[in-house]
């Protein structure tokens, strides 16, 4: 949601960069010659492009029907012609930018004279797309209490099954320029409805209400539709383009926002403005907002596993420190417990220090390990012994100050740990062998520390284990995070992901150590695990995977089961287990109890393997 608007500096910027790179539609004869004709309709403004022809103009009695009012965050209001023209690539609505809390009513009939910008949601390094708006305004009401313009419905039958157009190459891959094919592209049927008055009827929720008071529904109830009730992005080109974000104009202190988790219905009608920000894209602002209907969706619980099975999971506790309330540790103990069902291995990411983000130069995490294992006994589990190597101040990325790091539990009534040499946070583990078999030089030890891959993020952390009197390599992950990368709703399209290079970089690395272990004995049980920030049909995956030195288990799993986060309405994969070629027979679990509910511990969902050594 915006909160504040750089208004001058972020329209120069915009003006000038769009015509240097050619965005702007139309030209500056043609802007000045509707600026002189007859006059100024809401769709002259918003014209056939995402980029207003009449952009940096002022315009005069600008008519109206005031649809929405938002006295909170971005204040403004929306209004729309109730006497549209007859071409559907220019919206009939748009947003009028106040500053301050709008005096308007929605039924108003008004006049607007100002100045029409592009104001992009996040700045212009974002790649977002603008919105187009007025600013500056003197309003004139002209009458009160009319009837609305009726809603355009936004379902199944409107919005096409193509996400998006390729960006224009002329134009850095923009599809600013392009004039809207609303009937082709499902971004350019939003955009066509920008600022206008929109509804959707009964919709499926893929995204439950989060922090910010926000929602995501499909109006395409067919769509890659995940087991339980989600949406699966399964590869760059199904971005879903029935995912639309809801918000509502009401303040929350007047009318609270409803819960609402995976798999629920947003019942009834939902009406109101369709808006732009920059943490989701297109959003419907309800006016109106339906009834959220509850399901039955519960918390999965997987399977305990076997005498002569090795359970083995990853799980991000989201920046876990002494400092967070007994309650989270009490609740992720829990989960371990009666959820994951006390695996014998648990690679844990996102432990921070020992006082948490208060950046002192503490780097020790043993108080919040020893905190969240003695949950986890006081919940039933076993009393798990640790392994972890603490990082250098500041080097590993992260919260500033909390020194995240990944660290091993292990029950030691059922496996134990190889200690060869622990390494520090800037010693590399190597491979040797001994007795015949291969083995780590320093166990637990970071892989290769000091390669600039690893550079402000997490290092990997490799363990050596026994089970029944087998050696079992565990490698730990925290590769870098998707900050900086473009969202699928960016004007360029396909989306910029920037942070895809370096994670390629440490999956290379991880996948060429593990390749070291498998070079002295080729039958060694690897397995590599973590919040690997990245999905299983992405460039990082494959790299781990080269060779065919590890395979990434949760394929193992129908499509319609792989995910372990949801964002912006898409499930999708993060975190994975991926096991070296001696691991042929296993199972695998993506257990699902946090990312598809409202109420979450973490926002990642763990995974679990089993398998016999």
């Known amino acids: 949601m915006r909160s504040s608007h750089p208004r001058s500096a972020a329209v120069a910027a915009l003006v000038a960069t769009a015509l240097a790179t050619g965005?702007?539609?139309g030209s500056a004869d043609a802007a000045?010659?509707?600026?002189?004709a007859d006059p100024i309709r809401i769709h002259d403004i918003q014209g056939t492009t995402r980029i207003s022809p009449l952009n940096g103009k002022q315009v005069t009695d600008v008519e109206g029907i005031v649809t929405g009012v938002r006295t909170y965050g971005s204040r403004g209001f929306w209004i729309q012609d109730p006497d549209a023209d007859d071409n559907d690539a220019t919206s009939e609505g748009v947003f009028v930018f106040t500053n301050s809390v709008p005096t308007v009513a929605v039924g108003d009939a008004v006049k607007v004279t100002g100045t029409v910008g592009e104001y992009i949601p996040g700045g212009l390094t974002s790649g977002n797309q603008s919105v187009t708006q007025i600013s500056k305004p003197t309003v004139t009401v002209v009458s009160s209490g009319n009837a609305l313009p009726a809603a355009t419905a936004i379902n199944e039958y409107t919005v096409p099954a193509e996400y998006a157009p390729a960006g224009d190459p002329a134009a850095g891959g923009s599809v600013n320029g392009l004039t809207l094919e609303p009937a082709?592209?499902?971004l350019d049927h939003y955009e066509s409805l920008e600022g206008m008055n929109v509804k959707i009827g009964t919709s499926r929720v893929v995204g439950a209400t989060d922090p910010y008071s926000e929602l995501w529904v499909t109006v395409k109830g067919w769509e890659n539709t995940a087991k339980r009730g989600g949406t699966i992005y399964g590869s760059y080109e199904s971005q879903n383009t029935g995912r639309?974000?809801?918000?509502?104009?009401?303040?929350l202190a007047q009318q609270p926002f409803p819960v609402a988790n995976v798999g629920d219905k947003l019942t009834g009608t939902t009406e109101g403005p369709l808006d732009f920000n920059q943490f989701g894209g297109y959003t419907l602002v309800a006016r109106t907002l339906g009834t959220v209907k509850a399901g039955t969706l519960a918390p999965e619980k997987t399977k305990p596993q076997v005498e002569q099975e090795l359970a083995v999971a990853t799980y991000n506790?989201?920046?876990?420190?002494?400092?967070d309330p007994q309650e989270k540790f009490d609740a992720l103990a829990k989960a371990v417990v009666e959820n994951l069902a006390s695996p014998d291995i648990l690679a844990l990411e996102e432990i921070q220090d020992d006082n948490g983000a208060k950046n002192d130069g503490t780097v020790s995490a043993e108080q919040t390990i020893a905190k969240f294992t003695a949950a986890i006994s006081?919940?039933?589990g076993?009393?798990?012994?640790?392994r972890t190597i603490n990082p250098e101040d500041k080097k590993d990325g992260g919260e500033p100050g909390g020194n995240i790091r990944q660290v091993f539990l292990f029950n030691p009534a059922r496996v134990s740990f190889t200690e060869r040499a622990p390494g520090d946070a800037v010693t590399a583990t190597g491979v040797a062998k001994v007795d015949g078999k291969a083995a780590l030089t320093h166990s637990p030890g970071r892989v290769d520390p000091a390669n600039p891959a690893w550079a402000d993020s997490r290092k990997p952390l490799a363990g050596e284990f026994a089970f029944r009197g087998k050696p079992v390599f565990v490698i730990a992950n925290h590769f870098g995070s998707k900050g900086g990368d473009e969202g699928l709703t960016s004007h360029h399209q396909p989306p910029v992901r920037s942070s895809e290079a370096k994670r390629l970089q440490q999956a290379q690395a991880v996948n060429g150590f593990v390749k070291q272990i498998l070079a002295e004995d080729k039958n060694a049980n690897v397995l590599?695990?973590?919040d690997i920030n990245d999905f299983e049909f992405s460039a990082t995956t494959d790299a781990l995977a080269d060779g065919g030195a590890l395979y990434p288990a949760i394929k193992s799993l129908p499509k319609a089961e792989r995910y372990s986060y949801v964002y912006q309405g898409n499930a999708q994969v993060l975190d994975q287990i991926l096991t070296s070629p001696a691991i042929k027979k296993f199972t695998y679990d993506s257990v699902h109890i946090n990312a598809e509910f409202a109420a979450q511990n973490s926002d990642h969902d763990p995974q679990v393997l089993r398998f016999r050594p």
């Open 23 to 25: 965005l702007l539609a």
């Open 32 to 36: 000045e010659g509707a600026v002189s």
């Open 184 to 186: 082709r592209y499902a």
């Open 244 to 251: 639309l974000q809801v918000q509502q104009l009401a303040p």
């Open 317 to 323: 506790v989201e920046n876990l420190d002494p400092t």
């Open 378 to 380: 006081a919940a039933g």
């Open 382 to 386: 076993p009393a798990y012994q640790w």
């Open 528 to 530: 590599v695990l973590g």
